[in-house]
Structures are given as structure tokens and as C-alpha cells.
């Protein structure tokens, strides 16, 4: 009798210290994602959910501000996002969300009546340091600016996005502007490679300029050929440096 009344002591001392719920495991309440501003596409919602899943478990601390800049064209498609900011710091959520926006597409109600002037900027890169120019381009233009909540395993996350737009002629005019300083690396590239050569010392159309000075000039404005040859006064004169001895 008495060993029978041991074990029920037990048993119940058990259940007095076993915590409710599945398996005794503490269990989050599922809080919906809340948006404030910009009402992004429900899928592009449920993959941040995710990412917030995967991760808030493993995250040491309970709150997260993350700050994307989207860029959009106008289509509505994503070109490019960036990750401004995030607080505390942490890559694997970082990358997990900027993947999960690259995937988005912007509802064309959100990019509807945004026009991008035409404005000057003057521009400078290493390649052409000391030649300075004026360049039209196409600004990105905001169209929207919003915040969406995301909670999982009791870490917070506050997503801020502003989406950009970026029109094709912009992308165009920088896709120009970038051959056009490829064109003229390689050509200089020639160039300093044309003067250590006896080519350096054979006249040019102009005086005191080399013959090395006009083939460059060729070059440039073939889109970074450098040309064979080149049509002086008295004929066809060579410009194939490689031929001669470097000094």
C-alpha cells in the first residue's frame, strides 16, 4: 500500500512542475506583419515573414531597424536594392530580406504620374581626374516611402523601404558614359605603352604632338581601337608601336 501511494505522490509532484502546452515548450503568439505607408505585394510580405522566422530564434537581441532603399523602373520591376542601415547589425537577416525584395514588384498604381526632369551634374571619376565634365542624367525620383512590422519568437523587426524610380533613358545615358571612360582607359593604356617606343619620336598632324598622341586621338573616337594606321599629309602612317623596340 505504501509504495503504491509513493509512486502517486510522484506523479503528482511531476505534473505540479510540468509547464503547460505541447510538450512542455513555451510557444509564441503569431502576430501579423502591420504596414504603415507603402503596402507592399502580399507575397513579397510573407517572404520577410520568413526571413524573420528563420532567424529571430537564433538573434540575441529583441529589436531590429532595418532600412532598404529600393530602386524601381518603370515597370515596376527592382533593379537594385540596398541596405542603408540595420541595428543592430546582422548579415544573414540582412541578405535574406534584400533577396526577398529583389523579387518584388512594385503595383504600377505606385509609380503612375512620377516624372524625372532632366537636371545638370558635373562628374569626376579616377580614370579622368583632372578633366572635368558636365554630364545630363536622369535623377531617381521617390515615389514611396513606408515601414512594415515583422514579430517572430518575440524579436521585433521594423523594415523602413523607400522605393525609387529610375528611368530607362537614365540607365542608358550611364550605360554610355561608362564605355565612353572604358574606351578612353584602354586608349590612354596604349598610349603610355606607344611612347615607350620609337613611334614617340615620329611627328603627329600637329606640331610638337607625337605621332603616339594622334593615334590616341583615333582611338577615342573609335570607341577604344586603337587604328593601325593613320592619314597624315604626305600618306598612311603607322601606328602598330608593338612592332618597334621598347627603350
Not at 537636371?119 to 521617390?142: D, E, M, N, Y
Amino acid at each position: 500500500m505504501r509504495p503504491m501511494l509513493a509512486i502517486g505522490l510522484l506523479c503528482c509532484s511531476m505534473l505540479a512542475f510540468t509547464p503547460l502546452g505541447c510538450g512542455g515548450v513555451d510557444e509564441y503568439p503569431h502576430v501579423p506583419p502591420r504596414e504603415r505607408g507603402l503596402s507592399l505585394p502580399e507575397r513579397t510580405v510573407a517572404r520577410l515573414q520568413e526571413c524573420a522566422d528563420e532567424y529571430a530564434p537564433k538573434l540575441p537581441s529583441s529589436s531590429y531597424k532595418l532600412s532598404f532603399d529600393v530602386a524601381v523602373d518603370a515597370h515596376g520591376q527592382v533593379l537594385e536594392v540596398a541596405t542603408d542601415s540595420m541595428q543592430p547589425f546582422n548579415g544573414d537577416v540582412a541578405t535574406c530580406m534584400t533577396l526577398a525584395l529583389r523579387a518584388m514588384s512594385v503595383p504600377a498604381s505606385v509609380l503612375e504620374t512620377r516624372q524625372a526632369p532632366l537636371v545638370s551634374k558635373s562628374t569626376q571619376t579616377p580614370a579622368s581626374r583632372g578633366l572635368l565634365g558636365t554630364v545630363w542624367i536622369l535623377p531617381a525620383v521617390v515615389v514611396a516611402v513606408g515601414e512594415i512590422i515583422l514579430v517572430a519568437a518575440g524579436v521585433t523587426f521594423l523594415v523602413a523601404l523607400t522605393v525609387r524610380l529610375v528611368d530607362e533613358a537614365a540607365k542608358d545615358i550611364e550605360d554610355v558614359i561608362d564605355e565612353d571612360e572604358e574606351a578612353k582607359r584602354e586608349c590612354d593604356r596604349q598610349y603610355t605603352e606607344c611612347l615607350e617606343t620609337p613611334l614617340a619620336d615620329e611627328d603627329g598632324s600637329v606640331w610638337d604632338h607625337t605621332r603616339c598622341h594622334m593615334c590616341r586621338q583615333f582611338c577615342t573616337k573609335n570607341g577604344g581601337a586603337w587604328p593601325s594606321r593613320v592619314k597624315l599629309i604626305k600618306g598612311y602612317k603607322s601606328c602598330q608601336y608593338w612592332r618597334g623596340k621598347k627603350r
